[in-house]
């Protein structure tokens, strides 16, 4: 029961977090779809470009820094990123 409770308070406490960085990985560049986890691709009014971000050429297979709001429903595209 006490691991139960637990759970269900780490994952309000998870919920809750003002923001989180994530990556993703652009797999189409218009509109800008983004892949961040297997079952979670965003596009649309889910993705805010920066300024900065807005000035890259993003193609398919670029991977993208990115600050998830709270309660995981905006994500703002920060730049793009190596991965190796």
């Not at 994530?22 to 797999?27: A, K, L, N, R, S």
């Not at 600050?67 to 190796?84: C, N, P, W």
Request: net charge negative; proline share 2%.
């Amino acid at each position: 029961m006490l691991e139960v409770i637990k759970g269900c308070v780490e994952g309000m406490l998870e919920a809750k977090a003002l923001s989180q960085a994530v990556t993703g990985e652009v797999t189409l560049a218009s509109p800008l779809t983004v892949k961040v986890e297997q079952h979670l691709v965003l596009s649309g009014p889910f993705l805010t470009m920066t300024e900065r971000a807005a000035s890259l050429a993003l193609k398919a297979g670029d991977w993208v820094l990115m600050l998830r709001a709270q309660g995981g429903q905006d994500y703002y595209v920060l730049d793009r990123i190596e991965r190796g």
